[in-house]
């Protein structure tokens, strides 16, 4: 069974802090993508890489960064989290490849709280 | 620059009725594909079907079909003979070519559709 696994199900963090957010899949996917799901404004592309240490900024990459040492872990990261990131985060992973029926595969979500 | 746009925030269907929910897009790319998702309260992401921009016919998976109108840029999800478990958000999604230089995978704002019983 094809697996996306998100490092926290829950995570309360304070104003100011350095947050990591990690990622792993087990299919062997060259792409990974990370957004933040807010209501009423869908799912939002943060940052993706299409191969190690390879990344691209998103729609909305102020305030993150993101990390892909090793193929199967994609890593964001909150420089010094502020309220406005507090939302849904999630991690998604596709094949390489041309565009075809490339079907995404998602993590459960982190829900990231910051007081 | 590539977009989804989801004009539906909200939509109410009558159980055993067919329901069309809307979904438009902007590309530059004459390779791409589009992509229906499933996210009901529980939250995990469910794919439902495909399309790709080379596609001449429709796609369909059992109940869901997507309606394709490459000309006007439109990808809409028909759900026939809706059920109480298709109460859920629904987001369609869109993956460009290599043409754009990239492999950016989007999605919408979603609608969020309820089944009445």
């Known amino acids: 069974d094809v697996k996306v696994t998100q490092s926290s199900r829950y995570l309360v963090k304070r104003t100011g802090e350095k947050v990591f957010l990690e990622c792993v899949q087990d299919?062997?996917?060259?792409?990974m993508f990370w957004y933040r799901q807010d209501p009423g404004l869908g799912l939002r592309l943060i940052y993706f890489?299409?191969?190690?240490?390879?990344?691209e900024k998103g729609d909305i990459p102020e305030g993150y960064s993101v990390s892909r040492e090793k193929k199967e872990r994609f890593s964001l990261i909150l420089e010094s989290a502020s309220t406005n990131q507090t939302s849904m985060y999630l991690c998604?992973?596709?094949?390489?490849?041309?565009?075809?029926?490339?079907?995404?595969?998602f993590g459960q979500g982190t829900r990231l709280t910051v007081v | 620059a590539q977009k989804i746009t989801q004009t539906q925030p909200g939509m109410f269907v009558q159980e055993k009725e067919a329901v069309t929910l809307d979904c438009t897009y902007d590309?530059?790319?004459?390779?791409?594909?589009l992509f229906w998702y499933k996210q009901p309260s529980s939250g995990e992401m469910i794919f439902l079907i495909y399309?790709?921009?080379?596609?001449?016919q429709n796609a369909t998976e059992g109940r869901y079909s997507l309606n394709f109108q490459k000309a006007r840029k439109s990808a809409n999800l028909v759900i026939s003979a809706s059920q109480l478990g298709d109460s859920a958000m629904y987001f369609c999604?869109?993956?460009?070519?290599?043409?754009?230089?990239?492999?950016?995978?989007?999605f919408g704002t979603g609608t969020r559709l309820k089944v009445l019983a």
């Open positions: 890489s299409y191969d190690v240490k390879m990344k």
């Open positions: 299919m062997d996917h060259e792409n």
């Open positions: 999604a869109m993956r460009e070519g290599r043409n754009s230089g990239t492999y950016k995978y989007i």
């Open positions: 399309q790709g921009s080379y596609d001449e």
């Open positions: 998604a992973s596709i094949e390489g490849g041309e565009v075809g029926n490339t079907e995404a595969f």
């Open positions: 590309t530059s790319d004459q390779s791409y594909g």
